[in-house]
Structures are given as structure tokens and as C-alpha cells.
């Protein structure tokens, strides 16, 4: 807590509440904000928000406190408390409704909703994606400011939700202020590298607090001292050193200058001592509990009569120690409840942290994590045995908290040793370090799972076989997950040490892993074609339909792959029935839709991936197997020329930042729509993160690596370059055949080019491997194109052209370009004016900047077109063009910056460098010039 929300007691932040004024003004135009407000212990953060919500009319205020248990936050606790009180203010029914399908997931923030949301390693992010939910839900109702206090005390869960929250709340007017002391930020905090990350969001500005010139420090003490003389306010100004709290503290300590203290806690020490022993007493047993105590806890915890409790209570209020919040009592700032706690005798910590353990056994209904909290003062307390086996409880209950969850498994594991017979309480070692390995999976730290795993399988309880088997299956999964290899010897591993007869879970569930490693590592080998069945009898034989339509859909992918597309497709629609989960179904719709647009069926693989993102939205997994879904729906987007719709797609899902495994198909999409935009240095950004990692375990991100690699370097000009890298990748890699038809266009192009430069490379390699590939739907589109390339003549060109009319649009362009070309040669001219219209127009409705400039150079060099001011002399890129239309539109720098997440600086180089490119000099001339030369057309 700070001074207080009066703004009386707000001198010198002006220019802050202005800061904050402009970031709620952007919050009311849908657009949420984050404000991270940093200053020191006593800066008045709290002071400031208080006086801003205070000026606000028509805005509701939630509030969320983190809590300290020992250097480490209490998990959710400050998202809780908000929580809570938009559950009070709003009630059961309306908090559902809001949450969507997810809102069981809210049972450990709500017990109240009475859910008991089902085991699942999802069920955190479906909770983070109602909160998300609820948050907008409420601000509509009323624009919404949430200020979370002390960041800096923040549990890993906690900062893992912000993070989700700052890019996932969205359209909807909701303002986020949270707190923090810059002076608790170590070279090692972990709020530090947070804090970095949060600050490159366009969303989020960071405001630090600085202290108080003496002026201001003249005006704060009047407000408390009327009548303090200038030597009074010279002493207090050097002695709080412009700290605002201290100012306020000194200036009520009364007394001569010469007697007041010298430091901000000698100033509350004396405060405290003025208080009565009782009182003390009381208040450094409340400060165990933290910032915030209720009666019943205070009552349990302390022992003595309530008459006894209600006079020292009223003490410490009257002395402004402590104040009134709703049902409970809190310290009224931050830094007396820290002087009360560390007054604590070792002796008296222990017994009162023995207490808290005891009343929150007792009674759990005292804190909304009691087992968290019993845990925590037990170890506090040194009662070794007894904090074992509450961790343990603890760790398994909090199972939206993985970060935590994999703490308190932790603390177990290293006491493990250090209490008697500890598998009478917590089961064999070996599943301990199991579930610490899940816990550790679901939080994210890849290296640490491993190294649990391995402990794991160093442990003499893995020498089971179908442990082994699980834990194997497990580390391959977690190196599948961090993209590295070797996932598919341990899944062999795991295999052979599951026995045939009689038939078992953990055998089906190896088979099952086993099918669909080798259809992406090997899907035309008939090893998988027997493993798949296998896999299929053996889930059918112990009657899981969870594991048989798993296998079923590998199965379905495994036919498409090798040709049998529409037989393919067919067992996959067949598969749904089987699913009984969420997660089946999210995973039925990704694999249809990719299977779809990999036919060349674009429009339905739309249709498809689009049911499916609307299901992760129902059921609150958008930031994951949503994202999947919106790549798959903006790649057949992107053949099918819907490049805005498909963007739209790809920024959004990625402003969710969704886990790696599932932003690698949107950056790489993203990439490709920079390369034909001729935005070529953003395009390599994007594709350097994967230069390293791209086909470690999966070789369908590897393919659309290539592909947009190859064309990169074709387009800038190193055709040799892109030849190496397609020829590479399309004879070592057995995966879709239609991936592998795109990259041989590609080859086949950098051939065309290389022999336009003098060069006479070999194309029969090229050749040989496209004449193994299994047909496909894409064959007789893609077939042609290559054909054209390698002959580059009139009538093949012609022949790709009419094929590409149900191919990507992108190339069905490209082809007209070439075409043109030829046409021109031929001095057919009427003709390749018209194919050249047509393949321009359709650039331009693409926003293919490289081939709308490449066509219109043809086209004034043909004189097909007069005059200078085409889009090819100009040559704006694809970024410039989107800045060009809102110039158009008449937006500002710092609007531009908004609508397209860049800064306002970038925004303004790029106005410039249209401006230099159209040759004119005026914002205004610019728009004139681009309606008239039809720059924004499409």
C-alpha cells in the first residue's frame, strides 16, 4: 500500500498523471494498455494510480496486491484477488458466460463457480484465455482499469499471465497499471528480463517515478506541516532525499530538526515503538501473513481474546500503522509492514510461522491457496517432515501453476533425504520426479525437463519396463517440443520394452508415437504402414478411443502423403467420430485442413481451419492449437490471394505469442509474405531463428523453411544459392510430395535464371526426383510450371499459365510475368498485353510488390504503359504501400504507428521515404499522386 489515493498527498507528477491520461485515452478506443510504473520503496506509485483512478469518471477500478512468501510470490495471488472482485461485482452467471467454454478452468482462482475442470496440460492456458475473456467481457460492460501493486514480489505464474494478457486482451477498453520498486531490481531479479520483454510491445510504456525536487519537497511538507519554516524543509529535503513516504513521515515525526532520524525505517521504527507492547506483539505476528490480514486468521493465529485483538487493532489504526480494506486489515504502506517483520526474534518466527501452518490446516477456507501457504510457513518453520508432505499436497493441487507446481516438487526432491521413509508419503522417488518433469514440461523450461527426465531414468524405480517406457516416450515428446533430435530412438526404445501380450496402455501408447514419427520422418516406408495398424489393434483391444483416433488421423496423413489423397481425406472425416477430447478435435481440424490445402482444395481447407479456430475459442486453447489453425488457414489464404485476410490471420495469432511449436508455421508464413513484398531483410529476420533448428524434428517446417529460403535467395538475386538449397532439402527429404513440387518450381526457376546468365546447370537430377514423387492433386497444376521453367518457352509458359488457375496466385503471376516476357520476344504483343494486365492486376490485389514492380517495368519498357509514375518507377515496398494508404487516409505518424505496431519514429521514416520516392514534398501531394496513378488499387 502507498500513502494513499488522496491526491492531496501527490505533489511533482504531473507530467506522469498526463502520461497516464493519453494511455487511457487509447484504452477507450478499444485499444488495452499496459503502463508499467516503476519507482523506489516510498515514490508514490500507489499514491499516483490512486489519484488518477480518482479523476477517472466512468471507469471501474479493480485492484490485485502481489504477496511475498519468503522471497517467493504467492501463485495468481495478484489476478486473484481481481478476479474476485469482478466475480462479486458481477456474479456466477454473467463470469461464465464471459469465460466461454474454458470457465472450468477457473476453479483454483474461483472455487465459488463449483467446477472441477478435468487433468489436462492445456488447462492453464484455457484459464489464461478466460481471464483474457473476462477482462474484455467486463470492460464492455464499463472501461476497465486494473492496477496490480509490487510486481516485483510477482510469482512466475503471475508474470506468465500478464504477459498473455498484454497481447490477448484486445478490442475492448482496458487499462493495466503495474507497479514495481526499481531499487528491488538485482542485476539477477526476475522481474528484470520481464520487464525487457514486456517493453518491446508497442502497447506498453514504462513510466519510472523520479524523486522529489526541493521545491516539492516544500509543497508535500505544507500539506502535512503548515507552518515548517524554510530551515525545516532544507533539513527534511536532504534527510528523505526527495522520497515522498519519508517526506511525509519525517515531517509528522515532530520534534526538533536536529532530532529526527536519518533513515526512512528509523522514521517508522519510532512510529512502531510509540505503539504498546500488545500491539507489537500483534502487528509482528500479522506481518507473517503479509500486507493483508482478516479477523477469523488474526483471531486463530494469535490465540488471545477478541476484546484483546479489537483495542490493539484500533491502536495501530489511530497510529496510522494500519488501515481498513473491506473485510481484512492492511499495513498502510509496504515498508512499515517490512520493519514490523524483520523486528521478529528467530524463536518468535518459527512458532508464528508454526501457527499459520496450523490454523490453515485447520482451516483452508482461511486462504484461497492454503495449501500453498501451509507449505510454505512449515518450511519457514524448519518442520522438515511436515513441510515434505504439505509441498507435496501443494504441488499436486496447483496444477494451473506450473512454475510453482515445479517449485514445490522440488523443495520436496532436495529434502528428499532429509526426512524419514519419505515413500510411505509421497510414493516411489522415481513418479516424483515424473511429475516435477510434467510440471517443468507445462511451464515451459525445456532444459529442465530434460534433466528431471534423466534423473528420472537414473533412478533405480525406472528399472520397471513400463516405466521406463513412459519416461522414455516423455523425453522424446520434451525434445520434440524444443525442436532437437533423437526423439525418434527413444520412442523405439520406449517400444521395445513394452511386451505384446497382454496388451497394455503404455504399448498402444508407443505405437501410436512410433506411427506418427515415422510419418513425418519416413511416410512412404512400410514399417509405418505396419505400425499404424498395429497401433490401431492395439488401442482397439484395450478400447481407448482417445489413442485409435490419434491413430487413425496419422494413419489418414500417412495416405495423403503418399498420394492417396482423397482416400486420405476421407479416413480423417472419418476419424472425428472417434474423438472424445478437445485436444483430438483441435488436432482432427489441423491435420484436415493442412491435408485440404496441401490438394490443392484451398477454399476448403479455409472452411476447415476456420470451424477449428471458432472450437479453440469456445474452449479457450486459441494461444495454441489456435495458432496452428490460423496458420493452416492463412496459408491456402495466402494461394488463394486473400494476402490482407491472411495477414490479419497470422499478426493476430502472433500478437498471442503462443509457445514455439506452434509460432514457427506464422513466422514462417510471415517471412514469405515479406519476401514477395520485397521486404527482404524482414524476411531473413524471421527465417535466421530457424537456420539451426528447422528439420531437427520437424520436417514439414523444414520444407516450408526451404521454400521460403530458396525463394528469398532467388529473388535477391543468388539464383545458384537457391538452387543448392531446394535441390538439397527435395532430394533428402521424404515428406509431402506437394511441399516438394513447390520447391522443385523454385529449383527449376533458379535453373532458368542461371542459364540466362550464361550458366548450363544440370536439370536431369531435378528431373529424377520429381518423377519418383507420388501424384498428387497439385501434379498437373505444378507439373506444368516446372516444365515451363526448364524449357522457358511460348507455348509451355502458356500450358503453366492455364494450370496455374487452380494453383497458388502468387505463381499463376509469376507465370504471366515470364509469359509476357516471351510473348513480347515473339513480337505477339496484343497478347502479352492482356496477360501482363491480368497478372498486374492480380499483383496489386495481393500487394506482390516485387512482382507488381517487376510486371510494370515490363510493361514501360513495352510501351504498354506512359509515363513515369507507376509503382515500378517508384518502387515502394509492401510496408510502404500500408503506410502510404493510412497517409491517404489522413492518419497521423503516431496513428499510422497504432494501426500497424510500429513506433512512431519508423512510422515517420517510412512517410519519408515515400515521399522522396514519389517526388513530392507534402503528405497531402502524396495521397493526390497515389490516387491518381492507382498506387492503392486492390
Not at 497516464?20 to 499496459?34: D, G, I, S, V
Not at 509421497?426 to 525437463?449: I, N
Not at 517440443?481 to 501408447?509: C, K, N, S, Y
Request: hydrophobic residues 45%; charged residues 25%.
Amino acid at each position: 500500500m502507498g500513502i494513499g489515493a488522496d491526491s492531496d498527498w501527490m505533489v511533482g507528477r504531473a507530467r506522469e498523471l498526463a502520461e497516464l491520461q493519453t494511455m487511457w485515452a487509447q484504452a477507450l478506443q478499444h485499444e488495452p494498455r499496459l503502463v508499467l510504473l516503476g519507482g523506489e520503496a516510498g515514490g508514490g506509485k500507489t499514491t499516483l494510480a490512486g489519484a488518477f483512478a480518482a479523476s477517472l469518471s466512468g471507469a471501474q477500478l479493480v485492484r490485485g496486491q502481489c504477496v511475498p512468501l519468503g522471497g517467493e510470490g504467492l501463485p495468481y495471488a495478484p489476478v486473484l484477488q481481481v478476479m474476485r472482485e469482478l466475480f462479486a461485482r458481477y456474479g456466477r452467471d454473467r463470469i461464465i458466460d464471459w469465460a466461454g467454454a474454458g470457465w472450468p478452468s477457473l476453479a483454483p482462482l474461483l472455487p465459488e463457480l463449483g467446477a472441477t475442470p478435468e487433468p489436462s496440460t492445456t488447462e492453464r492456458l484455457r484459464m489464461f484465455e478466460a481471464i483474457a475473456r473476462i477482462w474484455e467481457g467486463a470492460a464492455r460492460e464499463t472501461p476497465l482499469l486494473v492496477v496490480l501493486e509490487d510486481l516485483h514480489w510477482s510469482d512466475e505464474s503471475s508474470r506468465h499471465l500478464l504477459n498473455f494478457l498484454t497481447s490477448a486482451v484486445a478490442d475492448a477498453p482496458v487499462l493495466l497499471i503495474g507497479t514495481f520498486r526499481t531499487d528491488e531490481l538485482t542485476r539477477r531479479h526476475p522481474l528484470r528480463p520481464f520487464l525487457a520483454e514486456l517493453q518491446r510491445i508497442p502497447a506498453v510504456r514504462r513510466i519510472d517515478l523520479p524523486r522529489l525536487t526541493r521545491d516539492e519537497v516544500a509543497e508535500l511538507v505544507h500539506r502535512a506541516e503548515p507552518d515548517a519554516t524554510d530551515y525545516a524543509i532544507d533539513v527534511l529535503a536532504e534527510r528523505s532525499e526527495g522520497i515522498p513516504f519519508f517526506v511525509v513521515e519525517l515531517a509528522r515525526c515532530g520534534g526538533s530538526c536536529d532530532t529526527l532520524p536519518w533513515t526512512l525505517r528509523e522514521a517508522l521504527q519510532q512510529r512502531i515503538q510509540l505503539l504498546g507492547d500488545e500491539t507489537q506483539r500483534l502487528l509482528r505476528l500479522a506481518s507473517v501473513a503479509g500486507f493483508r490480514i482478516g479477523d477469523e486468521l488474526l483471531a486463530a493465529v494469535s490465540g488471545a481474546e477478541p476484546e484483546a485483538i479489537e483495542r490493539c487493532l484500533r491502536e495501530a489504526i489511530d497510529a496510522g500503522v494500519l488501515i481498513i480494506d473491506d473485510d481484512a486489515y492492511c499495513f498502510r504502506h509496504a515498508l512499515l509492514h517490512e520493519v514490523i517483520n524483520e523486528d521478529l526474534l528467530p524463536g518468535e518466527q518459527v512458532r508464528a510461522h508454526h501457527a499459520y501452518a496450523e490454523a490453515f490446516t485447520a482451516r483452508p477456507e482461511l486462504s484461497a491457496a492454503a495449501a500453498v501457504e501451509i507449505a510454505h510457513h512449515y518450511f519457514a518453520a524448519h518442520d522438515l517432515e511436515r513441510a515434505f508432505a504439505a509441498a507435496l499436497t501443494a504441488a499436486r493441487e496447483a496444477r494451473t501453476a506450473p512454475h510453482e507446481t515445479l517449485r514445490l516438487y522440488e523443495r520436496a526432491l532436495g529434502i528428499w533425504e532429509r526426512v524419514p521413509d519419505p515413500e510411505s508419503v509421497a510414493g516411489p522417488r522415481v513418479e516424483v520426479l515424473h511429475a516435477a518433469a510434467l510440471a517443468s514440461h507445462e511451464a515451459g523450461e525445456g532444459d529442465r525437463t530434460l534433466a528431471l527426465v534423466d534423473e528420472a531414468l537414473d533412478d533405480p524405480g525406472a528399472a520397471e519396463p513400463l516405466v521406463r517406457s513412459r519416461l522414455l516416450l516423455m523425453k522424446s515428446w520434451a525434445l520434440g517440443v524444443q525442436m532437437r533430435a533423437g526423439d525418434g530412438e527413444l520412442i523405439a526404445e520406449a517400444l521395445a520394452l513394452t511386451p505384446e501380450h497382454p496388451m497394455t496402455q503404455a504399448r498402444a501408447q508407443a505405437l501410436m508415437r512410433m506411427a506418427g514419427h515415422l510419418m513425418l520422418r519416413d511416410p512412404r516406408a512400410r514399417l509405418g504402414d505396419e505400425i499404424i495398424v498395429q497401433a490401431i489393434a492395439a488401442a482397439r483391444e484395450i478400447g481407448d478411443t482417445d489413442i485409435e483416433a490419434h491413430a487413425m488421423n496419422t494413419w489418414a496423413c500417412h495416405l495423403t502423403i503418399r498420394g492417396e489423397e482423397d482416400r486420405g481425406i476421407a479416413a480423417l472425416r472419418e476419424s472425428r467420430a472417434l474423438i472424445r477430447n478437445d485436444s483430438g478435435l483441435a488436432r482432427y481440424w489441423v491435420n484436415l485442413s493442412d491435408n485440404l490445402h496441401l490438394a490443392g482444395r484451398y477454399a476448403e481447407a479455409v472452411d476447415e481451419a476456420m470451424q477449428g479456430i471458432a472450437h479453440t475459442s469456445r474452449e479457450g486453447t486459441q494461444r495454441t492449437k489456435g495458432a496452428m489453425l490460423a496458420g493452416n488457414a492463412a496459408e491456402p489464404l495466402l494461394a488463394l490471394g486473400e494476402w490482407q485476410r491472411a495477414e490479419k490471420l497470422i499478426n493476430r495469432a502472433l500478437e498471442l505469442r503462443p509457445p514455439k511449436q506452434y509460432w514457427i508455421q506464422l513466422r514462417l508464413l510471415r517471412a514469405e509474405l515479406d519476401t514477395w513484398r520485397g521486404d527482404f531483410d524482414s524476411a531473413d529476420r524471421n527465417l535466421a531463428e530457424f537456420r539451426s533448428i528447422a528439420g531437427a524434428s520437424h520436417p514439414q517446417y523444414h520444407q516450408m523453411f526451404t521454400l521460403v529460403d530458396a525463394r528469398l535467395r532467388l529473388l535477391r538475386g543468388d539464383a545458384e544459392g537457391a538452387l543448392a538449397t531446394a535441390a538439397a532439402t527435395a532430394q533428402s527429404d521424404q515428406h509431402h510430395p506437394s511441399r516438394q513440387l513447390l520447391i522443385a518450381a523454385v529449383a527449376a526457376a533458379a535453373i532458368r535464371e542461371l542459364r540466362a546468365g550464361g550458366a548450363d546447370p544440370d536439370p536431369a537430377p531435378l528431373l529424377g526426383w520429381i518423377g519418383d514423387l507420388p501424384q498428387v492433386g497439385l501434379t498437373p497444376v505444378l507439373r506444368p510450371l516446372i516444365d515451363a521453367e526448364l524449357a522457358d518457352e511460348t507455348e509451355s509458359w502458356r500450358l503453366a499459365v492455364k494450370a496455374l488457375t487452380a494453383g497458388p496466385a502468387v505463381l499463376r503471376c509469376h507465370a504471366g510475368l515470364v509469359l509476357g516476357e516471351r510473348l513480347i520476344a515473339d513480337k505477339t504483343r496484343e497478347e502479352a498485353r492482356g496477360v501482363l494486365a491480368e497478372a498486374a492486376h492480380l499483383a496489386e490485389q495481393m500487394g506482390a510488390s516485387v512482382l507488381t514492380e517487376r510486371i510494370a517495368r515490363l510493361r514501360t519498357r513495352s510501351g504498354f504503359l506512359a509515363g513515369n509514375g507507376s509503382r515500378a518507377t517508384v518502387g515502394l515496398t509492401g510496408r510502404e504501400l500500408e503506410v502510404l494508404r493510412l497517409v491517404a487516409d489522413g492518419r497521423s505518424n503516431g496513428q499510422i504507428g497504432r494501426e500497424l505496431f510500429i513506433s512512431t519514429k519508423t512510422a515517420s521514416v517510412h512517410v519519408s521515404n515515400i515521399l522522396a520516392k514519389l517526388g513530392v514534398s507534402s503528405r497531402g501531394e502524396a495521397a493526390a499522386v497515389a490516387h491518381r496513378e492507382s498506387l492503392l488499387a486492390g
